[in-house]
């Protein structure tokens, strides 16, 4: 990451006081929350991006791969210490920036697969992690971290994922580096955290239309050991997300997202299920 380079294309805002920029680092999320142990308040919107990292990590802990030179790896510092929900729809504000640095500086149309995932031609593109720091029993500062795939070749992605995994490249955008890329999602990134913060449901209205998933699509949500199947009802103001079980409709707040194909036995047994509960 060139510094000089991205700071021709962004001038700072609120969001980039602070820009780190590195070669390698183990986490950008955990530095970014090194910076708001170190400085507090004046850590808030603290930008901190690496080229590789070699412990990145996505939800639950599984890791993100981040290998030297092949994408963008970017780490925002926020000091909340208000209501812990006004940050309940930050990974949205981070998906939807992706969207928009994916069409303005590529050329592509990506689409939102709930809670936090970026895909293009349906498969990821982009992760977005939000964590918390919490001092003295109580939330005192968020990170929110993003990883953008964007040289990869097929070959560069482990085996176990490339039939769910893509890049800008791959995609067939047009040719993109980290510091442009990286401009164009902190433009985008910087209205959408403010608006986020102030009045999350606004970010719900404006992520309508881009989801995956579409009105009636069966998924199966897992947490931990139990999954739960319905058909898809949309996105709660809150950002959880609808499924009609057994004709209810039930709110979702967090969980892993798999379709269930059409024309698969599971697929046709919960589609009689939906009937008969509608």
């Known amino acids: 990451m060139n510094r000089a380079l991205f700071l021709k294309q962004y001038s700072p805002t609120w969001l980039g006081q602070i820009i780190e920029c590195h070669q390698s680092l183990p986490s950008t999320n955990n530095q970014a929350r090194d910076l708001l142990d170190q400085l507090g308040s004046a850590a808030h919107g603290a930008v901190v991006m690496a080229e590789e990292q070699t412990g990145g990590r996505g939800r639950h802990g599984r890791p993100w791969h981040s290998p030297r030179g092949l994408g963008l790896a970017l780490s925002v510092a926020l000091w909340n210490d208000g209501p812990a929900d006004r940050a309940v729809c930050l990974p949205l504000a981070g998906s939807l920036a992706v969207l928009r640095a994916l069409h303005h500086s590529a050329g592509l149309r990506g689409r939102l697969k709930w809670p936090n995932d970026v895909l293009v031609g349906g498969k990821k593109v982009s992760g977005v992690l939000v964590e918390s720091r919490v001092q003295g029993g109580r939330p005192s500062g968020l990170v929110l971290g993003i990883g953008v795939n964007l040289l990869h070749r097929e070959e560069d992605f482990p085996e176990d994922l490339r039939s769910f995994a893509t890049s800008v490249r791959l995609a067939g955008g047009r040719p993109v580096t980290e510091e442009a890329f990286a401009a164009s999602l902190l433009v985008a990134l910087s209205p959408l955290i403010e608006e986020g913060l102030m009045n999350p449901a606004a970010l719900v209205e404006m992520a309508s239309g881009t989801w995956a998933h579409e009105p009636g699509d069966l998924l199966d949500v897992s947490s931990g050991e139990e999954i739960l199947r319905g058909a898809f ?41 939906e009937k008969r509960g509608s």
Do not use: F, N, Y
């Not at 103001?237 to 194909?261: C, E, F, I």
């Open 233 to 273: 009802a949309g996105i709660a103001p809150d950002g959880s997300l609808l499924l009609k079980v057994d004709g209810h409709v039930q709110a979702v707040h967090h969980g892993d997202v798999t379709r269930v194909r059409p024309g698969s036995p599971r697929a046709g047994m919960l589609a009689k299920e």
